[in-house]
């Protein structure tokens, strides 16, 4: 099982990018995908979740208006698009799996960086 996170890169306060992340090796019916993200000295935090059977995505506050999450079923892969970027957006984003109804993540993506300049 792999989930492949890519998309990172560099922009400035105002743009724009859009990570993917690929899961393969099993089906994620009952899942919950989810991006998460940690900026440089600060702790890991949600960023969206998508439950893989029903599609509902859920948001935190901190990204709600800006980002949306989707997904691709035949590519068995997921999107954060990421509009008006600021600098505290800057961080390592990663996908995770957990199933319904949990909190620990049985598979981890390797993350792509995102960097926001003022």
């Known amino acids: 099982v792999q989930l492949q996170a890519s998309g990172g890169g560099s922009v400035q306060t105002g743009g724009y990018l859009r990570p993917s992340c690929l899961a393969s090796?099993?089906?994620?019916?009952?899942?919950?995908m989810d991006w998460l993200r940690q900026g440089p000295g600060k702790e890991r935090e949600f960023v969206a979740a998508?439950?893989?059977?029903?599609?509902?995505?859920y948001y935190a506050d901190s990204v709600k208006g800006r980002f949306t999450m989707s997904r691709d079923n035949a590519k068995n892969t997921m999107y954060l698009q990421m509009n008006s970027l600021k600098p505290e957006d800057t961080a390592l984003y990663s996908c995770?799996?957990?199933?319904?109804?949990?909190?620990?993540?049985?598979?981890w993506g390797q993350g792509t960086l995102v960097t926001v300049s003022s």
């Open positions: 998508i439950n893989w059977s029903d599609g509902s995505i």
């Open positions: 090796g099993r089906s994620f019916s009952g899942y919950i």
């Open positions: 995770a799996a957990r199933q319904l109804r949990s909190t620990a993540y049985d598979y």
